[in-house]
């Protein structure tokens, strides 16, 4: 039986997109069947309903706080019968009333080496430290920023030149093959 999985969204979704690839395949554990976005023109919502999945919008600027656009998010997720949920580009900082009922069943793909880099512009801060690699991380999403159990990690090296920009295209080749690799080591219970 494959595990019923939606995706949470911001943006352009190809981390979605690489998920939803990976769940045609005939015996992969997981079936992409809702995709969410907090923004009406994510680029994202028209590749998943190209794909025949079903999308839907929670507007977070409809909601005075981060825990009432939590709620209204896992209201309408708790309605998808859903088994896991998979963070792809989704560029909110959740509260405990979103994680909480979703705890060892939501994860999250993040651009470093976690727990290096937690947050935001993680490729300049590891140009910025010296570092001689860099890479992505996929996570089980806990009540602390980035900061979850990791279930499987892709690394790049840092080029001389690297600048922000290409040292994020290749460390988001990595991630298109990482995602949907963690992913179905949780369907399948690993």
Not at 36 to 65: F, M, P
Not at 82 to 109: E, K, Q, Y
């Amino acid at each position: 039986m494959k595990k019923r999985v939606g995706v949470l969204i911001s943006g352009g979704g190809s981390n979605m997109y690489a998920l939803v690839q990976a769940a045609k395949i005939a015996d992969y554990p997981a079936k992409i069947v809702s995709v969410v976005s907090n923004k009406q023109d994510a680029g994202g919502l028209k590749i998943a309903t190209r794909e025949g999945i079903a999308t839907h919008v929670v507007n977070h600027k409809d909601y005075a706080t981060r825990e009432e656009f939590d709620a209204a998010l896992n209201a309408y997720l708790q309605t998808q019968n859903l088994d896991i949920i998979a963070c792809a580009g989704f560029m909110r900082i959740m509260t405990t009333v979103l994680i909480i009922p979703w705890a060892g069943r939501m994860l999250n793909i993040h651009p470093s080496l976690l727990p290096l880099y937690k947050g935001l512009h993680t490729h300049q801060r590891a140009i910025d430290a010296g570092d001689k690699e860099a890479g992505c991380s996929v996570h089980y999403v806990t009540p602390e920023l980035d900061d979850g159990p990791v279930i499987a990690q892709a690394r790049v090296p840092i080029l001389n030149g690297d600048t922000a920009e290409t040292l994020a295209a290749r460390v988001l080749i990595e991630e298109h093959k990482l995602y949907p690799a963690a992913l179905a080591k949780v369907a399948r219970g690993l």
